[in-house]
């Protein structure tokens, strides 16, 4: 047995600062911010977010602590702010994806790191340091997962394998040997969970379970910290996660290049707040809709080929063609289309749309469809292919990528906007203040100094 949560667990603990490219550190700093500026409109918008703060309260689970959940004017307990800062940063759908592993690597780690951090008086370094080795654990648990199959098991890899990498950002922070974090890990197999039954009716489900995943990473650390033994071989043993979670699993892929190749620089970020599955379609059709001047009374029919991924989790015309929450139009193809097609164009506040009659009538118009193609000699499955028939002719589109992957990544000022775009309603002026604490986090002597700007 090749020993794959052990080379983790070792990895994590000699980590260090010093041996993390500029690069890297330059990235993980603007991941982070992009995740965050999600997370602060949640705070105030998101439909999800009242339910989840009652319930904390219903369950005196709201006492006063140490740890700040952005975008809120009280600081909370650790393992109550890394679920509320999973949950709300994961809420808009705007959140980073890795393409390889088809997961949102900063919702379960960057809450896990910051809860802790605080906690135990982290340096801005430290942080930094922990966000990228929970970066690296849960794209690589999520390349080895296979996502097409760990779909296809009905599983949701960022709740799975995010909480592994909660375990490592919080394990990081508080300093844990190579055994304690193999034990952290072996809690975190008995932690990792997430359905993708959510999609049936647009629940909250989704949100809510990447914030556990932040939470119980959190907790599995904070256990193995005080002595507590857990499951060894958590990832690859015989009732391991690459056992249990998937057909085929590819164990070679958790520790392939570790420490040597970064995932962190693989990670992706939304120009989009829907599923990334949708994101090339939306492209291509903002794309041929200024190319040729299209306009929605034109169109006749618009036919989208995606990956069977995306067929899964976007493209069921039977239930996701007239979306009624905003669960449902992030995860629906039609929705979206349409959308791009209607406006040219597609932000968070264009939810107000769901329900449009001529939103729906525009979707109807819309077909989607498995693309083979896309499932072969390509490195993920993000891809489409859009044809729209119109009165005058076919105008047919392939984009490989969806913007905003490695090879598009947006510029710093572009990153800069969005997140300003979103923290600005809720954190006022304080908004750019907190982005440049943020995008310097190395110079925090301690990282509540930053994190202090982010409350509103």
């Known amino acids: 047995m090749a020993q794959e949560t052990a080379t983790l667990a070792a990895y994590v603990a000699g980590l260090k600062y010093d041996d993390i490219p500029p690069e890297v550190l330059d990235r993980a700093k603007v991941l982070t ?7 602060i409109r949640a705070r105030r918008e998101a439909e999800s977010t009242p339910s989840v703060v009652k319930m904390l309260a219903a369950l005196k689970l709201d006492s006063a602590g140490e740890a700040t959940v952005f975008g809120d004017s009280r600081t909370w307990t650790p393992a109550v702010a890394a679920l509320l800062n999973g949950t709300m940063g994961h809420s808009l759908d705007f959140d980073d994806t890795h393409a390889d592993s088809s ?8 809450p896990a ?12 370094r430290d942080v930094l340091t922990a966000v990228v080795a929970g970066y690296e654990v849960c794209c690589r648990l999520g390349n080895a997962l296979d996502p097409t199959s760990h779909y296809a098991r009905g599983f949701h890899p960022t709740a799975t394998a995010g909480t592994y990498g909660a375990a490592a950002a919080a394990g990081k922070l508080f300093g844990l040997s190579e055994q304690q974090l193999i034990y952290a890990f072996g809690v975190s197999g008995s932690q990792a969970a997430g359905s993708l039954q959510f999609l049936v009716n647009g629940a909250w489900n989704k949100r809510y ?4 995943s932040a939470m119980n990473g959190v907790i599995a650390a904070t256990l193995a910290k005080n ?3 857990g499951a ?3 990832v690859e043993g015989k009732h391991g996660l690459l056992v249990g979670y998937t057909d085929t699993p590819h164990r070679d892929k958790a520790v392939a290049g570790l420490g040597t190749t970064y995932e962190t620089m693989k990670i992706g970020v939304k120009p989009y707040p829907s599923c990334r599955y949708t994101h090339a379609a939306i492209d291509a059709i903002v794309a041929l809709r200024r190319e040729h001047n299209l306009t929605p009374d034109q169109v006749k029919r618009v036919e989208i080929g ?4 995306g067929i899964t989790l976007t493209g069921d015309a039977a239930t996701k063609r007239h979306p009624t929450s905003i669960v449902g139009g992030q995860f629906s193809m039609f929705f979206t289309g349409a959308l791009a097609l209607d406006q040219g164009r597609f932000g968070w506040d264009d939810y107000v749309r769901l329900g449009d009659k001529a939103i729906n009538a525009l979707a109807d118009k819309f077909d989607v469809v498995q693309d083979d193609k896309l499932e072969v000699g390509r490195s993920h499955p993000f891809g489409a292919r859009v044809t729209i028939t119109t009165e005058d002719g076919v105008h047919e589109r392939l984009h490989d990528d969806p913007s905003g992957e490695p090879t598009s990544f947006p510029s710093a000022q572009a990153m800069s906007d969005k997140f300003i775009t979103l923290a600005r309603p809720v954190l006022s002026s304080r908004a750019q203040d907190f982005a440049d ?3 310097s986090l190395e110079r925090f002597e301690r990282v509540e100094q930053a994190t202090a700007l982010g409350r509103a």
């Open 33 to 39: 911010l992009d995740f965050l500026g999600s997370a």
């Open 103 to 110: 997961l949102h690597p900063s919702a379960p780690v960057v």
């Open 113 to 124: 790191a910051f809860a802790i951090g605080e906690m135990v008086g982290a340096s801005g």
């Open 209 to 212: 379970q990447v914030g556990a």
């Open 227 to 229: 002595d507590f033994v």
């Open 232 to 234: 060894i071989e958590s």
């Open 306 to 309: 995606l990956h069977r991924n």
């Open 437 to 439: 604490a943020i995008l």
